[in-house]
């Protein structure tokens, strides 16, 4: 039951993720920041109840993450005071006395005006007012949801809506010369404000950060344990032989008719046996060389290819992938070794990842791969990390060690980037000498 309410708020929290994001990015500083509140609001305990429609799914998913942000931030930008805030009553500017022919032209200038301004007053609204900005222009939920997402009455919401709009205005008047204001005054009544607000708002939240789906699917996983707890068929078989026989259910026929049943066995069996094979090859064809990016990359280290850039330099070396690749790649230094190069490594069909050659004081070798989390997304019917593995480093302190016989692997993450390094050594004595930047 606790594995489907998982499920459950899972498909909620991707169908929803973008919104989700462009919402944490509204109550945070920065890309990671709003990053690991999504995270930790798709770690939360919560289950989403009886969820029957979209909007219900949608009002669950944005309280959620309010709900995690409120629990860990010193802020008390997002308390919904009730009172409105002071502001001084602007007079309206008249409109200008504009003939027909141009009213095109000048809503034109008024909508740029607006597009041109709007960030920066955006910017110094109050964290409250712009959630509630992105709840009713964005998302278009109505007051009723809004006050389920904010925890607010009904009325309470709409009111501060209105306040919330009004501060926009506010802003505006007070950044924009009269013969603008009187440019926007006659454009607002046609719902620029909104449109502008919908174009800027969602534009903070796109695109999503490399790596946050498969975060979000890692920490809303249910426990792998139906493995751990499911009988082997030997124990299955041992609990058969020492169990009691149970009663024939019918007299085992004799003759002519056990031989015709023996045959028929044999074909059945050897039906299941062709199609099992069949589909065996089939789903072999289908899927491929090895997929494991672990192995992958410990057949790669074990070639021990030549560098395509010879350099001891960490920044120059980030700099090549930066380049070549597109990925921006922050190296670890490892005490007792020094980099020796860097080559781009194929390791599957038309995917290509950075190899780092370095050369420990033992002269072992250590061969580091680092890999994007939009690399995953991108080609993950040809590549893979095991989501046991994507578990283990949700924490970017934390290694996973893998002992492969002839190699043996230690992967971990710094921000969104994956690291596997392969040696031919202890792989526990090179996680201690692994120095990430902070």
Known sequence: MASDARSSAREILLVHLERLYTLARLLTPDTTAATELVVAAAAAGAAPGDVSTATEGKVWALRRLLETYRADTAYDALTWPDGPRRRSADRRPSEPAVDQPLQSHREDLARQTIADRLPAVFATLRTSERVLLFL??????????????????????????????????????????????????????????????????????????????????????????????????????????????????????TGRGSRLLTRALVAIVLVAVVGTAGYITAQWIDRGPETNLIMLSAEHAAERPSPNLATSRLDEAERYVQDELNLRAILPSIDQATLEGVTLAELASNVTVPAFFYEQANGTPVTLYALSYRLLDRYSGRVQLDLDVLRQIEDDTHFDLHDLGHAQVLVWRHRDVIFIAVTDGDAAALRDRIVMPS
């Open 136 to 253: 009713a222009d964005v998302e278009e939920l109505d007051a009723d949801a809004i006050g389920q997402v904010t925890g607010q009455s009904t009325d309470a919401a709409a009111a501060q809506v209105q306040r919330a709009r009004a501060a926009v205005l506010q802003g505006l008047r007070a950044d924009l010369r009269p013969s603008e204001q009187a440019l926007v005054w006659a454009y607002i009544p046609e719902g620029g404000l909104r449109d502008s607000l919908q174009a800027h708002i969602q534009s903070l939240g796109t695109p999503l950060p490399g790596g946050l789906r498969h975060s979000v699917v890692s920490v809303t996983s249910a426990p792998r344990r139906a493995r751990d707890q499911a009988p082997t068929a030997s124990a299955l078989a041992t609990s058969d032989e020492s169990s009691p026989a149970a009663p024939p259910a019918a007299t085992v026929p």
